[in-house]
C-alpha cells in the first residue's frame, strides 16, 4: 500500500463544476505539496501546506493533519485545468518527496 | 528564462550504452534533485544535492551516477542503460532542503528516455 493514496484516480466534470482531489497519508509529515503534471509533461507546483488552507486564484488546497488528509479544490473549473494532479508529501528530518499515484481531471467544455 | 532547463528533451538509445542527462537552474537554489517517472506516472525521488553534497540516494542502482559541479547544476550519467531504464526524468530545484521559498519545488520539463 503506498504511503500516500489520492482519490478519485480519474475524474471527468462538465465546465464550471466545482471539482475536488483527494489525499490521504499514512505518515507523519512535515509539509504536503500539491502538484500539477500538463498534458504535455511538465509539472508545476501548486501549494505547500504544512496546517490551514491556502488560496491562489481558482484553486485551494486545504490539510487537516490530525486526520492526515488533504484536499485540492477546484472552482468554476476550465478546460485549461484539464491535467494530473499530484499530491506528495515530506516526512519529518526526511527531505524526500513521497508521491501519491495522481488523479486525472478533464473539464469538458 | 527557463528557472530549470534540463537536455535533451528526448534520447533514444541502445541497450548497453552511456548517456548524460544535464539540468541547470538559475534561481539560485541550493538543493536539487533527480526524480524518475515510471510508465504509469508515478514520480519516485532518486537523488538530491544540497550545495553540490549528495543528501538522498534511493536504492538506485550504481549504475545511475549523479554530477553537481556547481551547486546550478546536477547532471545524471547512466551507464550500461538497461530497457528498464526507460522513464521520463525529471530535474527540480528548491530553495533548501525543507522543499520551501516562494515557489517551493520548480521543476523541469522532463527528459524522456527510452532505451531500444
Known amino acids: 500500500k503506498n504511503e500516500v493514496e489520492q482519490s478519485p484516480q480519474n475524474l471527468t466534470a462538465q465546465e464550471g463544476e466545482f471539482i475536488t482531489i483527494n489525499c490521504s497519508y499514512s505518515v507523519g509529515i512535515s509539509a504536503l505539496h500539491w502538484l500539477q503534471q500538463h498534458p504535455g509533461g511538465g509539472i508545476v507546483s501548486l501549494f505547500m501546506?504544512?496546517?490551514g488552507k491556502k488560496k491562489h486564484g481558482r484553486l485551494i488546497a486545504t490539510i487537516n493533519i490530525q486526520e492526515k488528509h488533504s484536499s485540492l479544490h477546484i472552482t468554476a473549473s476550465h478546460p485549461r485545468d484539464s491535467a494530473v494532479y499530484i499530491c506528495?508529501?515530506?516526512?519529518?528530518?526526511?527531505?524526500?518527496?513521497?508521491f501519491g499515484t495522481g488523479t486525472r481531471l478533464t473539464i469538458i467544455p | 528564462d527557463t528557472a530549470v532547463s534540463q537536455t535533451p528533451k528526448y534520447l533514444v538509445t541502445q541497450m548497453g550504452n552511456d548517456k548524460s542527462i544535464k539540468c541547470e537552474q538559475n534561481?539560485?537554489?541550493?538543493?536539487m534533485y533527480w526524480y524518475k517517472q515510471d510508465s504509469k506516472k508515478f514520480l519516485k525521488i532518486m537523488f538530491s544535492y544540497n550545495n553540490k553534497e549528495l543528501i538522498i540516494n534511493e536504492t538506485v542502482p550504481n549504475r545511475f551516477s549523479p554530477k553537481s559541479p556547481d551547486k546550478a547544476h546536477l547532471n545524471l550519467h547512466i551507464n550500461s542503460l538497461e530497457l528498464g531504464d526507460s522513464a521520463v526524468y525529471f530535474c527540480?530545484?528548491?530553495?533548501?532542503?525543507?522543499?520551501?521559498?516562494?515557489?517551493?519545488?520548480?521543476f523541469g520539463s522532463g527528459t524522456r528516455l527510452t532505451v531500444v
Open positions: 506528495a508529501v515530506r516526512g519529518f528530518g526526511n527531505e524526500k518527496l513521497t
Open positions: 527540480a530545484s528548491s530553495q533548501d532542503l525543507a522543499g520551501g521559498g516562494l515557489r517551493g519545488y520548480t
Open positions: 534561481l539560485g537554489h541550493d538543493t
Open positions: 501546506l504544512s496546517s
